[in-house]
């Protein structure tokens, strides 16, 4: 799934996975999309825009209400589970 076509609304199952030398850890969210943007970190040596590192991030809102939010990176898999747009 390319990250151009998600947009807020949609519901979407995040897959994470960290690589480790001693294994895999990988963990799934579900939730309905509430933002996806750039957002500057507060890394001093980044020497990017604005002296910031710029980092993906995704916000979601689970069935339970929780808010979370989640950095999209190359190991990142997003899937769409309703194409149909949700109020958030």
Known sequence: MSLCSVRP???VRITQRI???AG???T???GVIRSIEPRAT???FAHGKNDRYWLLRIELQKDDGEIT???LDHLTGVTV???ANATV
């Open 69 to 71: 939010s989640m950095i």
């Open 24 to 26: 895999d850890w990988t």
């Open 81 to 83: 589970l309703d194409a």
């Open 19 to 21: 690589d480790r030398r």
């Open 9 to 11: 609304g949609q519901r």
């Open 42 to 44: 507060g890394s001093w």
């Open 28 to 30: 799934e969210i579900e």
